[in-house]
């Protein structure tokens, strides 16, 4: 989670990509190595696994699987309250795509991660957020593109700060709500 080195040791990344069947590309992801400031002996371990299949016209599906685990994770250690202080995670995320046309395509995104720990996202404690994510896709004009997008997300606990349409009423920094509902709109140009 840090792009500059924090500590004296090295991380070691890989990828195993495999064709195991036509229009089915198949990637396995690592990076192994101490990732806590100053320390070069509790390691970190993220497995990833990314699938997709296009043998469908018109049609993209896709799966993403991600696996963590650290030794003596520091925000857990930090808290002081517990015995054992390893952290592990996991996500999973499916989506579909579908062009309708040259011009639209419409695609669903469903993702689950669960926190086991909390030490991932500051909770604590285990946390499970859902998201669901529906996309609508506009290509304007050859590389001008326009999307809109709904998302949902929700939580096992309350994450969420909630938001009151009374100017007199102020949140503070406690999460008040497990859900929360946004819209995107975008517009970006692709010179490629």
Request: charged letters at 20%; proline letters at 2%; aromatic letters at 16%.
């Amino acid at each position: 989670d840090n792009s500059r080195n924090n500590n004296d040791a090295l991380s070691f990344t890989g990828q195993f990509a495999t064709v195991p069947v036509k229009d089915l590309t198949v990637n396995l992801n690592w990076i192994v190595g101490p990732e806590q400031n100053d320390n070069d002996s509790h390691q970190r371990v993220v497995l990833d696994l990314v699938a997709n299949y296009t043998g469908i016209k018109n049609t993209t599906l896709g799966l993403n699987v991600d696996y963590g685990f650290e030794q003596d994770e520091a925000f857990l250690t930090g808290l002081g309250t517990r015995q054992d202080n390893d952290a592990q995670w996991w996500g999973v995320a499916g989506y579909g795509a579908y062009d309708f046309t040259d011009w639209f395509r419409l695609a669903f995104r469903q993702e689950v991660f669960q926190d086991q720990n909390g030490a991932r996202t500051g909770f604590g404690s285990r946390v499970v957020y859902w998201t669901s994510t529906l996309t609508a896709q506009f290509k304007i004009w050859k590389g001008l593109v326009a999307r809109a997008e709904y998302r949902h997300d929700a939580a096992s606990e309350k994450v969420y700060k909630a938001r009151t349409s009374r100017p007199d009423q102020t949140q503070g920094v406690t999460a008040q709500s497990k859900s929360l509902d946004t819209t995107f709109f975008s517009l970006y140009y692709s010179f490629f």
